[in-house]
């Protein structure tokens, strides 16, 4: 399964959060039809039937932070071993550190999990904790009765889940599909046909020719790439895709 983190959701106010969770659940579940998906306040839970293509089709949902591939099992210490030693192959010869993060404060307090966990790691393979620059950390996260063990953390590409703050109107020039993918981020749907857009995005970048636009269409104009130098724009691009 996969675990889901979406931060900047929780800067809004308890009734928009929520609306923006459920707008971020949906998004996933059309990203992934087949998957299950679980929303819950702290995170989404996704149990999905192809994990290679949930993680590529995860890391470009806007919205979402950071993701992980993880163990489900109970929040009890004997359980957290149990489900830790799946991952011993994979610290064992390298530096390691166990964090867990209590997002329901339940079972004992986070650094004596990670004192117990990383006792319990240290005597089945002999690495060495390092808890500054370790090679391998074991990640926990213990909420609503359950701890979700893992290594990997993917990141997201964060920002607004899509369609969460109105549609806009694309207009295509060179370099629109960085403008757009900008633009996203922060929550809105851009189509080249839209009735009664909040405004205009364009990838153009020469003021006169925005000028021009302004007056065209009478509609705000916006245009994310002014601004951006060539070292910018090609990091942008990379990022991207």
């Known amino acids: 399964m996969i675990i889901v983190r979406h931060g900047e959701i929780y800067t809004k106010s308890p009734p928009v959060r929520r609306q923006f969770i459920a707008k971020l659940t949906e998004n996933i579940r059309l990203a992934l039809p087949s998957a299950r998906v679980v929303s819950k306040r702290w995170r ?42 799946k991952f011993l192959p994979q610290i064992k010869g390298k530096t390691f550190a166990v964090r867990t993060q209590r997002l329901s404060k339940e079972l004992i307090e986070s650094q004596k999990i990670n004192e117990i966990i990383g006792d319990f790691i240290r005597k089945k393979t002999k690495a060495k904790v390092d808890l500054s620059h370790p090679q391998k950390t074991l990640g926990i996260e213990i909420y609503d009765g359950k701890a979700y063990i893992f290594i990997d953390r993917y990141p997201g590409v964060g920002g607004l889940p899509s369609g969460t703050a109105g549609k806009m109107l694309l207009l295509k020039s060179k370099n629109s599909g960085l403008a757009v993918w900008m633009i996203r981020k922060r929550g809105i749907e851009v189509s080249s046909k839209v009735k009664n857009p909040l405004g205009v995005i364009t990838g153009e970048e020469d003021v006169a020719k925005l000028i021009k636009l302004k007056k065209k269409y009478e509609l705000p104009i916006y245009a994310p ?5 060539k070292k910018e724009l090609e990091m942008l691009k990379k990022k991207v895709g």
């Not at 039937?49 to 950071?66: T, Y």
């Not at 790439?225 to 130098?229: F, M, R, S």
């Open 44 to 85: 989404i839970l996704v149990y999905p039937k192809n994990e290679d293509k949930a993680i590529e089709e995860l890391g470009q949902i806007f919205g979402i932070v950071s993701f992980s591939t993880c163990i489900e099992t109970d929040a009890r210490m004997p359980a957290i071993k149990k489900a830790a030693e």
């Open 225 to 229: 790439l002014v601004g951006l130098n």
